[in-house]
């Protein structure tokens, strides 16, 4: 059974930092491109971050680049989403999800399994 959940959510002040990591069961990590997305209450899903398998191609959403970093344990099965300087227009909840892409995808429906999400709140 195919299980990614997320972890590391929480509440932080503007300007602080979390690390969310999603961890993945069922089947073999490696051979899937991971993304996270975000979505905040009333708004679609979007696009925050991608890797591809090996960890080598990385595509970051214009809004977070140089703050947040994405990254891959593949012995862990696990990814992980490094945020820092967060603002509260940030706040929602983050998810991960697995493709079967090349290359990492920026859009929803290139994503099959996705995990229950996480809660992220900035207080500003």
């Known amino acids: 059974q195919v299980q990614l959940v997320e972890s590391g959510g929480g509440m932080v002040q503007a300007g602080g930092s979390l690390r969310l990591s999603c961890a993945a069961s069922?089947?073999?990590?490696?051979?899937?491109?991971m993304g996270w997305f975000r979505q905040a209450p009333g708004k679609e899903r979007e696009f925050v971050a991608a890797?591809?398998?090996?960890?080598?191609?990385?595509y970051y959403a214009d809004s977070v680049k140089g703050r947040f970093t994405i990254s891959r344990d593949n012995a862990k099965n696990t990814v992980y989403l490094q945020m820092n300087s967060l603002n509260s227009e940030e706040t929602a909840v983050y998810y991960c999800?697995?493709?079967?892409?090349?290359?990492?995808?920026?859009?929803?429906?290139?994503?099959?399994?996705w995990g229950p999400g996480t809660q992220v709140t900035v207080s500003s």
């Open positions: 069922g089947r073999t990590f490696s051979n899937y491109a």
């Open positions: 999800a697995d493709s079967l892409t090349v290359l990492p995808g920026r859009r929803v429906y290139e994503y099959n399994y």
């Open positions: 890797i591809s398998r090996s960890g080598g191609t990385i």
